[in-house]
């Protein structure tokens, strides 16, 4: 490793990082620590989303330095790996609202089905009405869901996959922002209510927006998205094509 105490140093260093796998890596941390105090500097208001200053931050790094992504990702890919245990991570606080869940548990089963069906019919309804092709319908089905799921979906529906990546993070995104607002205006003040729809709604961008508000509304939020996301895979395949039929 180069000493980083001068110029020269730092000079060696960049040499260093540029050439090694770790470069992903050092953007990504370093990304999302400087989105992290500018979300604290402006008291974690909602148009200051973590995610989306750090996706900002990164894609600027790409562009002005010349990397491809393929790059990118091979150091990145450390902290992509962290997802699934995170993801786990989710049941723990949920674990301490099980009483909560058992008296909840037929309204927040039948908000789940109504939310994940809105979700999907509209989603292609809005498409094939501004004039998208079916193929961009199915598209952008299942965006509600957790990448992954979205993308295994759209592929099966014969959409695009990566174009469905990129609206599940701009859903989640836009859920993140402007969910809390919409709760306020619609006077709607349960820690339940609000994290089950922000989850259901925008995934895990919006569940990680609900834990920085406290711990009840994550664990909702947390339920919500793996619920959403498995329903999503069991109803979108046929559910899409349906509504692209009697739509289109």
Same mark, same amino acid.
């Given at each position: ?81 962290? %997802?699934?245990? #995170?993801?786990? =991570? *989710? &049941? +723990?606080? !949920? /674990?301490?609202?099980?009483?909560? %869940?058992?008296? #909840?548990?037929? =309204? *927040? &089963? +039948?908000? !789940? /089905? ?10 292609? =309804?809005? &498409? +094939?009405? !501004? ?13 509600? &869901? ?103």
């Amino acid at each position: 490793m180069p000493d980083i105490g001068n110029l020269s140093g730092l000079s060696q260093f960049w040499v260093y990082l540029s050439a090694s796998p770790l470069l992903g890596l050092t953007m990504t941390l370093c990304a999302y620590l400087a989105a992290h105090r500018i979300t604290t500097f402006f008291k974690g208001a909602p148009l200051a989303n973590p995610v989306a200053i750090s996706i900002a931050l990164v894609a600027g790094g790409l562009w002005l330095s010349g990397m491809s992504y393929q790059r990118y990702f091979a150091g990145a890919q450390f902290v992509h790996f962290l %997802l699934g245990p #995170a993801t786990v =991570a *989710l &049941a +723990l606080p !949920l /674990v301490r609202q099980l009483p909560r %869940l058992r008296k #909840a548990g037929r =309204a *927040l &089963a +039948l908000a !789940l /089905v109504l939310g994940s069906v809105t979700a999907i019919v509209s989603s292609v =309804a809005i &498409a +094939l009405l !501004l004039g998208a092709s079916p193929q961009l319908a199915a598209t952008l089905g299942p965006k509600s &869901a957790t990448s992954p799921i979205a993308m295994a979906v759209s592929e099966r529906l014969g959409g695009i996959p990566a174009f469905t990546a990129a609206t599940v993070i701009a859903t989640g995104i836009f859920g993140a922002i402007t969910g809390p607002w919409l709760f306020d205006r619609l006077r709607i003040a349960s820690p339940l209510a609000r994290g089950f729809a922000l989850g259901l709604a925008s995934h895990g961008i919006g569940t990680a927006r609900a834990f920085q508000v406290n711990a009840e509304m994550g664990a909702f939020a947390g339920l919500a998205m793996g619920l959403n996301g498995a329903l999503t895979a069991l109803v979108a395949p046929w559910l899409v094509p349906v509504a692209i039929g009697w739509l289109g």
